[in-house]
């Protein structure tokens, strides 16, 4: 239902997060976005309160 919510590349990034903490990096090599792309993305799933950022370019899916 939550995808259903979400912009294409904003499903793609979601889809790569879990509950075990994700750096940017990770993100990068697993979807080839690029770097300012991936980081409004992010932004965009934080504000919409679909990820935490537990600590610094370090994120989760929120529960």
Request: proline share 3%; net charge positive; with cysteine.
């Amino acid at each position: 239902m939550k995808n259903l919510l979400l912009e294409k590349d904003e499903r793609l990034v979601y889809g790569c997060l879990s509950l075990r903490p994700k750096n940017v990096g990770e993100l990068l090599k697993k979807t080839g976005i690029s770097v300012p792309e991936m980081m409004d993305i992010l932004a965009r799933l934080l504000q919409k309160g679909f990820i935490t950022e537990t600590v610094k370019n370090y994120y989760i899916r929120k529960i």
